[in-house]
Structures are given as structure tokens and as C-alpha cells.
T-cell receptor, first 113, second 110 residues
């Protein structure tokens, strides 16, 4: 069964450093998403991406965040200058069509020290 | 209250019992989805119910949607210890943004 994969599973970085989180969505999916979940809290929407551009983004997704689909398979989230409060699980998701179920990856745990 | 709020926050039941979790939301939706998350893991999609549907079943899961009350419920029948997880509702309001609730932590005692 196809699945969304994410790398790395755990990333530790120092405050101020740039990180890139990688995702490989399900191959025939067209809609891509990033979410984050701070430990013990709810899943928060960050951004959605379709047709090589951002469809919608939340207030959390400020100028330090960016997304890219550099090739036909990868979908990346870049955090330019990490802060302590960026420590969280980051989940990638994809869906085949708009308003259909989203398939989530296993997440990347980002720890900013 | 926020879009997509579940209650109860936590639920502890015996194996074999039914578990009911509720979700309320504020704005009109295109669809509502329920997800399960085991501790520290990714989210698993359970059921999607569209705004023009009132009830949906999948195995031991039953989801209802009442758009007039802006609420949904997830019923897990004959629960098992393996059902222990957090359950989230998520609403799609027609844009490209899915809003998750805070979740219900379900603990099923063997």
C-alpha cells in the first residue's frame, strides 16, 4: 500500500540554524500539506500546496518558513532560522483530490536547542 | 470555542464497551474527518463524512454528522485494547486548510 514517507525521523538543530524537512508524498497525489504538533498539543495546519504553489497558509507559516517541490517526488519544508518554539513534530500529508482524505507521514521530530 | 473541538478530552473504558467521542465546530464545512494517533506516531485516517451525509460506517466505527448542530460523533463499538489512542476530528471548510481539534484520549483497559 502506498504511503507518505518523511526524513529524517528526528532532527536536532541549534537555534538560528536552517533545517529542511523532507517528504515523499504518495505518487499520484496532487495536494500536499505540512502540519506541526507541539508535544501534547493539537495538530496545527501550516500550509497547503497545489500546482506548484501555496494554496493556503496559516498565521504560523511566517517568512521563516518556505515549501518547495524541487522534483516530481519530494516536498520540502524549510525553516530558515529556527527558534526554540519551533520544536515539534512536523507531519507531511498528501491527498489525491481536494477535499478528500489526507494521508499522513510518520512525522519528523524537530528539536531546537 | 475553536473550530473542531472534541469532548470528552479523555475517556477510559473497559474492553468490549463502546466509546463515543464528540466533535463540535463553528463554521460551515465541506467535510469532516476523523483520525487516530497512537502516542508519538503519525495520524491514521479513519473516516471522512461529507456535509450532505448524516451517517457513515466503517467496520466497528460509526460516524454521524449533524450540520444543524455543527457536531459530529465517532462511535467505536466493542472496543479493544488496541483502540487506545488519541482521536481527532478535522474540518475542511472548502479552502485548502484542514483544522484539527484538540482530540480525545481514549484508554481501553484489557
Amino acid at each position: 500500500e502506498p504511503e507518505v514517507t518523511q526524513t529524517p525521523s528526528h532532527q536536532v538543530t541549534q537555534m538560528g540554524q536552517e533545517v529542511i524537512l523532507r517528504c515523499v508524498p504518495i505518487s499520484n497525489h496532487l495536494y500536499f500539506y505540512w502540519y506541526r504538533q507541539i508535544l501534547g498539543q493539537k495538530v496545527e495546519f501550516l500550509v497547503s500546496f497545489y500546482n506548484n504553489e501555496i494554496s493556503e497558509k496559516s498565521e504560523i507559516f511566517d517568512d521563516q518558513f518556505s515549501v518547495e517541490r524541487p522534483d516530481g517526488s519530494n516536498f520540502t519544508l524549510k525553516i530558515r532560522s529556527t527558534k526554540l518554539e519551533d520544536s515539534a513534530m512536523y507531519f507531511c500529508a498528501s491527498s489525491g483530490t481536494h477535499s478528500n482524505e489526507q494521508y499522513f507521514g510518520p512525522g519528523t521530530r524537530l528539536t531546537v536547542t | 470555542s475553536q473550530q473542531g473541538e472534541e469532548d470528552p478530552q479523555a475517556l477510559s473504558i473497559q474492553e468490549g464497551e463502546n466509546a463515543t467521542m464528540n466533535c463540535s465546530y463553528k463554521t460551515s464545512i465541506n467535510n469532516l474527518q476523523w483520525y487516530r494517533q497512537n502516542s508519538g506516531r503519525g495520524l491514521v485516517h479513519l473516516i471522512l463524512i461529507r456535509s450532505n451525509e448524516r451517517e457513515k460506517h466503517s467496520g466497528r466505527l460509526r460516524v454521524t454528522l449533524d450540520t444543524s448542530k455543527k457536531s459530529s460523533s465517532l462511535l467505536i463499538t466493542a472496543s479493544r485494547a488496541a483502540d487506545t489512542a488519541s482521536y481527532f476530528c478535522a474540518t475542511d471548510t472548502g479552502g485548502f486548510k484542514t483544522i484539527f481539534g484538540a482530540g480525545t484520549r481514549l484508554f481501553v483497559k484489557a
